[in-house]
């Protein structure tokens, strides 16, 4: 009898695995979508990836994307083919404790820039989910009413093993999106920590998004995300005490030292999921880029970004240089052995690496 159960719970396993695979593979295919892989374009006719993404395919575009996540070589060589055909996307930076709303506010946004006729490009950022992280599900699900629009472009970076590189692998998908002739990039991020602040620098517009009842905790609030916004957003406006922590924040901007003629960061009021104070936000946005461009800071900040861009690219080239010109040897071994018994310090280990490459050049 027991072996009679035995095999019967071991035929319905079975039978389990068999059903639920073609399942399984299916809704990969959905998200990692191995006929994207293809070179041929709609017609059939082969070109190279960063033309097609040039010429607005999707496809092609999610495909760079996905090597660009997985450092394919291939990828810097797309990512030089597209970049002097970029530049002209706008980027809204939406940042913000999670929870605040900042999804449900980019999906408004969203469909707010497209009656307008915007093509719109989402980088959806979530370091509070390592691995594969309910909430960047969630933030599929919530922008699902896009899916179908093909004027919408939605891509979700996971924080992980970015380690530092985020800021950059989210400006090398901003600029595919840019390429691909995406008027709007929207980047939303958790506001934590110094990557995500980085992450916002290269928006042009940054939206600190807040939430009413963070009473005597907003003096808390991180200084850096303070001095980050263009625009400050209290969502879910109507819940209690969304007046008082607008009025705070506005009182805490007025005693910002701002020079002569620099933008105003406004307090705005929304209500997300009521699309209740979207329009505004679309007009203070299209305000401060109005700002941008007639002040004439926008060349500053674009010289500020793109040295930021750069410096990123050149730490990674040299650190990804240094740790192959290590792997030859052994090397990172030795110096972590030397260091241990104290006969190697690592300044000068580290000075030996960097000439050691120099000299291969
Ligand atoms: N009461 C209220 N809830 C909202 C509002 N906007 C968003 N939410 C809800 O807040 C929760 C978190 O929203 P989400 O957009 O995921 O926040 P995120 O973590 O900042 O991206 C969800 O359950 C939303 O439905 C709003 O204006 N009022
Ligand atoms: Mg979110």
Redesign the pocket.
Same mark, same amino acid.
Do not use: C, H, I
């Given at each position: 009898m027991l072996i009679t159960a035995e095999i019967i719970s071991a035929l319905r396993l079975m039978a389990r695995i068999v059903i639920s695979r073609p399942i399984v593979i299916l809704t990969r295919s959905c998200y990692t979508s191995d006929f994207l892989c293809s070179d041929f374009n709609k017609t059939g006719t082969h070109m190279p990836l960063a033309e097609r993404v040039l010429t607005g395919d999707i496809r092609a575009a999610a495909r760079l994307m996905r090597d660009i996540d997985d450092n394919r070589p291939q990828a810097i060589d797309d990512l030089k083919q597209i970049y002097p055909r970029t530049g002209k996307a706008y980027i809204i930076g939406i940042t913000?404790?999670?929870?605040?709303? %900042?999804?449900?506010? /980019?999906?408004q946004l969203t469909a707010a820039f497209r009656t307008q006729g915007k093509k719109v490009g989402v980088v959806a950022i979530?370091p509070t989910s390592p691995f594969t992280g309910g909430?960047i599900l969630?933030?599929r699900i919530?922008m699902n009413r896009h899916a179908t629009d093909e004027g919408v472009f939605i891509r979700s970076l996971a924080t992980r093993g970015a380690l530092g590189g985020l800021s950059r692998s989210t400006a090398d998908v901003a600029l595919v999106m840019d390429a691909l002739g995406m008027d709007i990039v929207i980047i939303?991020t /958790?506001g934590v920590g110094q990557d995500e602040v980085d992450i916002v620098k290269a928006a042009h517009t940054t939206c600190v /998004?807040m939430v009413p009842g963070l009473g005597d905790d907003i003096q808390a609030i991180k200084a850096g995300i303070l001095e980050i916004g263009d625009i400050f957003v209290v969502? %879910?406006?109507?819940?209690d005490g969304a007046d008082r922590t607008a009025r705070e924040l506005s009182t805490m901007l007025e005693f910002r030292a701002a020079p002569e003629g620099s933008w105003n960061p406004q307090v705005l009021k929304?209500?997300?999921?009521?699309n209740?104070g979207i329009d505004e936000l679309v007009r203070e946005i299209l305000l401060h880029r109005e700002h941008l461009i007639s002040s004439g800071s926008i060349n500053d900040f674009l010289r500020e970004r793109n040295e930021r861009h750069f410096t990123d690219i050149l730490r990674d080239s040299l650190f990804k240089r240094a740790l192959e010109h290590m792997a030859a040897d052994a090397t990172l071994e030795r110096i972590v052995t030397g260091m241990c018994d104290h006969t190697i310090d690592p300044y000068s280990a580290a000075e030996q690496v960097l000439a050691g490459i120099l000299e291969r050049r």
């Open positions: 913000g404790p999670p929870g605040a709303g %900042k999804s449900t506010l /980019v999906d979530d909430a969630g933030d919530r939303e /958790v /998004v969502n %879910k406006a109507d819940r929304t209500e997300a999921q009521r209740t």
